[in-house]
């Protein structure tokens, strides 16, 4: 298994498929010989190497784990010593634009199964990576039509043994499904933190002091990496517009109701959207834990953590 | 120590006074037989009572932990009968209003110190409380110009004997404070939940499938008490659209950023609010665990609750 890339996707995939057994040989890719020594201080792989032709040779599954900006150069880089055979796959947010720029490079006889696990802390790096992290998550598969079923089958059997759930869609309708599950709400997040920070009338000490109101929930997802989340909004453009068309149009409804002082339009929605959390959580997506099981008590200043 | 109004705030309340020795008696008011009764089977107070004017004789603080919306009746029904020399506060979101609607009723020797602790989760109702909710949390004291110095006093002791810090403000700067660092995030979070549960294009199973991309960390504080929302944006409007306005002009810039592609932009602003996460952990308000601790690995499908 060759994985380019070993920040905490990467790391995660060569923690998990080492516990369960998955490969018998896993080399890690990095461009930067910082990122390549502190995997290996981890552990996380067999081999390291920042040459990514080099590691797809003799690799029956390759896994793309850089941000999606990244992409193109890589499968240029790799396209010409991939062994027929072999599982091409990736860990993308985004999945039209890896079909568009990667899938013609791939050549024939290479399984190209572009994949997303929908799995993530907001941590970035080798040392974020953790074997749990895709136990119960669900992740989704977005092979081209007429692609080989054996092929799919084994990189479905790969995540499953990881503990996934695995969910095969096209990679349209995947772009329209992360777009507001997942990349409006960071556009949302990262948006409002912002506008909290260049406030004049109240001070950077005041949104700090007083985040536990429900601010802090959103610097979660604000703290994501930079990079990654800047391709995501690269490369995902149209299905994000839209679906920020969408939250846009809802906002100004909401400002609406705001503005007349309509109390029961208020009451509605608030009603509406605590249900939903309740099947989520009833789904085995999201903990039912109080304040998503924060310490409570005692949890004084925070010791710097080692990155 | 009178609780009018015995949720997740006011049953806190009764169990960190209860804790820490803070109050003799402890008195719960509800309007409804059934929240009574529940209270009584959790043991949180010493007498119960649907007549507020009842509970308020004889007591030396006197705490409104109604919705915002009922504070004017509750006010109305109670001021005959507060004692003299007795502290009267609250623990509404919204600061200017209570000023406002309650203010004018407080005869005159009573201590009237509008109060808001930034602590809760997203449950509500009396079994809901915890005795360490406040712990580590502000509060935050918006009294008048004059109030009674040894009075404000008490009361800091009071919260802070739970283990609460305090600050003192006035009450039109805390109303934007709390707007930004509070209501805006909640308006925000109930929005997109709207929004996603709306789509025609996107069904509401693939939703909840796929809501741990970050959709779900926003369904958390928009399962938020939807009567007490309600009444925290009836009663903070002008704050909050103000609010709302600056973080609406921040979106339209952001949206510009993603349909031009602008990657420095994006990169630069997702940079910038990931150091305000760090800053509100080291301030200890926020945990340093990956995705808020919550658990990885073996959370399957949860037993329902017990409410």
Redesign the interface.
């Known amino acids: 298994m060759a994985l380019i890339g070993i920040g905490l996707i990467g790391s995660s995939l060569a923690l998990a498929a080492r516990r369960h057994g998955l490969a018998s040989e896993i080399v890690a890719v990095a461009r930067q010989q910082a990122t390549l020594d502190e995997a290996r201080s981890l552990n996380l792989a067999d081999t390291y190497t920042s040459e990514a032709a080099e590691a797809v040779r003799g690799a029956d599954l390759v896994i793309l784990c850089t941000p999606v ?1 990244a992409f193109e150069a890589v499968a240029n880089a790799i396209a010409p010593h991939l062994e027929p055979g072999a599982i091409l796959t990736d860990v993308g ?1 985004v999945k039209g634009h890896v079909h568009r720029v990667v899938g013609p490079l791939v050549p024939e006889g290479v399984h190209f199964i572009p994949g997303h696990p ?6 970035s790096g080798p040392s ?1 990576g ?1 074997a ?2 895709f ?4 992740c ?1 598969l977005t092979p081209t039509d007429g692609q080989d079923r054996k092929a799919v089958d084994r990189l479905i059997g790969f995540w499953k043994a990881m ?1 996934s759930k695995v ?1 095969l869609m096209g990679h349209a309708h995947h772009d ?3 777009a ?20 004049a ?2 001070s ?1 000490s ?19 990496d ?2 990654m ?3 995501v ?2 490369t995902n ?1 149209d299905a ?2 839209e ?2 068309g ?3 149009e ?2 100004a409804m ?2 609406r ?3 007349n ?1 309509d ?1 029961p339009a ?2 509605a ?6 249900a ?13 834990a ?16 080692s990155r």
Chains 1, 2 share one sequence.
Do not use: C
Request: glycine fraction near 10%.
């Open positions: 900006g947010s929908m799995a993530g802390t907001e941590h974020a953790f749990e992290l136990e119960n998550r669900w989704i503990g969910d329209l499904v992360v507001i599950t997942s990349h409006v709400p960071h556009l949302v997040a990262y948006n409002i933190v912002g506008t909290a920070d260049d406030l009338t109240v950077k005041e949104v700090i002091k007083f985040s536990a109101g429900g601010f802090r929930d959103f610097t979660r997802i604000a703290a994501s930079p990079v989340w800047r391709d909004f690269l453009r994000v517009l679906m920020l969408r939250f846009l809802d906002l909401l400002q109701h705001v503005r002082g109390g208020l009451e929605l608030f009603t509406r959207t605590r939903i959390r309740r099947s989520i959580i009833d789904a085995g997506q999201e903990t039912a109080p304040d998503f099981g924060r310490p409570h008590g005692g949890e004084g200043p925070a010791e710097p953590p």
